[in-house]
């Protein structure tokens, strides 16, 4: 939430930058430990959807695990007071420095994308004298209701082992002796607002676990990924992801035994909501049958718009009457670079405030200096 006294402390910053609503943040990570914990999940937070160190820690803080993509990030999330012990390593090209840094590290899991992929994590573990603590990614096939480029668990994906090279899968596990195998890994795609494909999923991975255990594998963990969405539409109004759903949804339908443990890996929506967009209005252009209101931010500060079509809820912080309908873009030149069409809001004037809001997540960490413009850098609503 934006409030009238943050809106002027606004008034003193350079645009654009990024807000960080830690009341929000924080009792959304409060939501997730506490409902996690009566359901018996642990949750390991993607790094890669907010790398920043004063979000890491907070949730570090409540007491969530990570899950890192890259070697880097894994000693981003030591830094910020992950343990060790409770790090997920996943990614399709886990290359060998990482591998090191990550056994250096004594994370807990990989979770192994290919059969090579095993055999050189098989190798490097036991050139350093160590045993690898691995998972192995399955494909579940599932169609997870999103967008066709986070979409990432059907059989046609470049993610995970599907079934049909499970005979060579389990050969190779027999052959590596450095490897100690845990469980599967499974995730189904982002942005999943469906319950349904949670409950799919948990379905799934009691399907994989007998076809693992048939052939001698005990299967001690069991990981369903990440993918819980939030609500771009109404941001303000509905923050709270459903991670009850989530949890019930899997509980529902994955049967758990004696000694085994289940995990998730949530992302987006752990940060989507506390962060939003805040810029200036440059120019009003108005065109002959359009108008524009030209933002100093664009698609180097939220690549999520031109990327993969995605809404965010666009707001006049500065005027909200009269209503006028216009376009809000942003100020790289490239068509793409939109951030809401035909938009019924309050008119826009040069040097207007305006939020684009669910900015938390895959926001900050993709952004990048094309055009030489600077970064946009973080605020925290703690410290204004
Ligand atoms: C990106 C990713 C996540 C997090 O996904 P969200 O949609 O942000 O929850 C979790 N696990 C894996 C393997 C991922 O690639």
């Known amino acids: 939430m934006i409030t009238e006294s943050a809106l002027r402390s606004f008034e003193r910053m350079e645009t654009p930058f990024f807000y960080y609503d830690m009341d929000i943040l924080r009792r959304t990570v409060d939501n997730f430990a506490s409902t996690l914990s009566k359901y018996g999940i642990t949750a390991h937070y993607a790094v890669k959807a907010n790398s920043n160190d004063r979000i890491l820690r907070t949730i570090s803080g409540a007491g969530i695990q990570a899950e890192c993509a890259t070697g880097n990030e894994i000693t981003l999330a030591l830094a910020n007071g992950f343990p060790a012990a409770g790090i997920f390593f996943d990614g399709v090209a886990k290359t060998d420095k990482e591998i090191i840094t990550a056994l250096k590290a004594g994370i807990e899991i990989f979770n192994c994308e290919s059969i090579q992929e095993i055999e050189v994590i098989d190798a490097i ?15 579940p096939d599932v169609d997870a209701h999103t967008h066709k480029y986070i979409t990432t668990g059907t059989e046609e994906d470049k993610f995970g082992i599907s079934a049909g090279a499970f005979d060579q899968l389990f050969a190779t596990l027999a052959r590596c ?15 999943i607002t469906d319950m349904s494909v949670f409950a799919n999923i948990g379905k799934k991975a009691a399907e994989f676990e007998k076809i693992f255990e048939d052939h001698g594998l005990q299967v001690k963990l069991l990981n369903l990924g990440g993918g819980l969405g939030v609500d ?30 289940v995990h998730i890996e949530p992302g987006r929506a752990m940060v989507a909501q506390c962060g939003h967009i805040i810029s200036r209005v440059v120019y009003v252009k108005e065109g002959l049958k359009k108008k524009f209101a030209i933002l100093d931010c664009g698609m180097h500060t939220l690549i999520r718009p031109a990327l993969y079509q995605a809404h965010h809820e666009v707001e006049n912080l500065s005027c909200k009457a009269p209503i006028e309908k216009y376009d809000v873009v942003g100020c ?10 035909g938009l019924e809001g309050g008119a826009p004037h040069r040097g207007d405030f ?22 946009a850098p973080a605020i925290y609503s703690d410290d204004i």
């Open 354 to 375: 305006f939020a684009i809001h669910s900015a938390g997540a895959y926001g900050q960490v993709m952004n990048m200096k094309y055009l030489q413009r600077d970064l």
């Open 125 to 139: 573990a036991g050139s350093m004298g160590l045993k690898a603590a691995i998972a192995v990614r399955v494909n």
């Open 232 to 261: 771009y539409n109404d941001p303000l109004g509905n923050w709270m992801p459903d991670v009850e759903g989530l949890a019930r949804a899997i509980a529902d339908n994955l049967p758990v035994k004696p000694g085994q443990s």
């Open 177 to 191: 002796r450095n490897l100690s195998f845990q469980g599967i890994h499974m995730h189904a795609g982002s942005q």
């Open 332 to 341: 790289v030149c490239e068509s793409s670079d939109t951030f809401a069409q």
